[in-house]
């Protein structure tokens, strides 16, 4: 036996050892990432929206108010701002198509 074939005698055995550590430090690590993340749905829930085509019939300005409807605006004379319907209306002002404007608030 020469000297090089105990070198890569020893440097086999060493790989050898080194690899299957190695694998179960990555199994490891690997289950420990499936276990920490969430079972079910990985990405967060759908905000509910309505329907596209159904026609909105009721508006509230309220903090969760975004774009104000065609018909509030034709109903309040223009107001096209929720800032505005709310300055004029009060917080919380609800309009339904078919129905009387709500009363105007007290500080308008």
Request: aromatic share 4%; no cysteine.
């Amino acid at each position: 036996m020469t000297l090089e074939d105990v070198v890569r005698d020893a440097l086999s055995k060493s790989a050898q050892r080194i690899a299957e550590t190695l694998e179960k430090k990555l199994a490891l690590l690997v289950e420990k990432e499936r276990q920490r993340r969430p079972t079910g749905r990985t990405r967060p829930a759908a905000r509910r929206t309505r329907p596209r085509g159904k026609e909105i019939t009721r508006w509230v300005a309220d903090r969760r108010a975004r774009r104000v409807p065609t018909f509030v605006i034709e109903m309040t004379g223009g107001l096209d701002t929720k800032k505005k319907i709310v300055s004029k209306y009060g917080a919380n002002a609800t309009f339904e198509k078919g129905k009387a404007l709500p009363k105007p608030a007290r500080a308008a």
